[in-house]
């Protein structure tokens, strides 16, 4: 089964313009991570947040952490044709201690 | 340095027949995952080996899954008597800590399985 749930499914945007995209959970967690997952490829670790940590940033990416809510936010910004993939939120913790459970993902299309 | 490699990266089978699956973590990454992902979803908790030993094989999906680590590095997942249901892409995945303290995953570019 997967916890996390990505919103939106696809998002089309031009180059330098921001992505933001969500992730709802529904037990509590340890940690939150963002993969990146290019056409045929496998998973890149992108961002891990703690459960008590609220923002944490990486380059361009900008994440968020709302355990009352149990949601997630991935903002990359001055996005780049190089970024067009699909991002997957995975939440670990709970009685998953460890296993990481993975959402549908956000397919992100970036056009030049 | 090199990442995880899995192989073969694409395998072509016919219902019924058995396969395997091998994956090489990185160098000293005592965890290992494997996860298999249908088109158009996430990855999907399969096994979890902390050295040697399967910590925790909740996800295999019933008893034609079966993963083995012999001595702590490469591990190879074998499927029995494969199904249609059975065709995805099937990723590896490595970490230098155990279980529970919070690592990033390095994933292997997986191994697409298709039967026919």
């Known amino acids: 089964s997967q916890q996390g749930e990505e919103d939106p499914q696809a998002l089309s945007i031009q180059e330098g313009e921001n992505a933001t995209m969500n992730c709802s959970y529904k037990t509590s967690i340890n940690n939150l991570q963002w993969y990146r997952q290019n056409s045929g490829r496998g998973l890149v670790h992108l961002i891990l947040i703690r459960s008590n940590e609220r923002e944490k940033h990486s380059g361009r990416l900008r994440v968020t952490l709302d355990t009352s809510k149990k949601s997630s936010s991935l903002l990359i910004t001055a996005s780049r044709a190089a970024d067009t993939a699909s991002y997957f939120c995975?939440?670990?913790?709970?009685?998953?201690?460890?296993?990481?459970?993975f959402g549908a993902g956000t397919q992100v299309v970036v056009t030049p | 340095g090199a990442g995880v490699s899995q192989t073969p990266s694409n395998k072509v089978t016919e219902k019924g027949k058995y396969v395997e699956l091998r994956c090489d973590p990185i160098?000293?990454?005592?965890?290992l995952y494997w996860y298999r992902q249908s088109l158009g979803q996430g990855p999907e908790f399969l096994i979890y080996?902390?050295?040697?030993?399967?910590?925790?094989d909740s996800g295999l999906p019933n008893d034609r899954f079966f993963a083995v680590r012999p001595e702590g590095s490469v591990s190879t997942l074998k499927i029995q008597r494969t199904e249609r249901g059975d065709s995805a892409v099937y990723l590896c995945?490595?970490?230098?800590?155990?279980?529970?303290?919070?690592?990033?995953?390095?994933f292997g570019n997986g191994t697409r399985l298709t039967v026919t």
């Open positions: 995975a939440t670990d913790g709970g009685d998953s201690w460890g296993k990481l459970q």
């Open positions: 080996f902390q050295g040697t030993g399967a910590a925790d």
């Open positions: 160098s000293g990454h005592t965890a």
């Open positions: 995945a490595s970490s230098p800590l155990s279980r529970g303290l919070g690592s990033p995953l390095h």
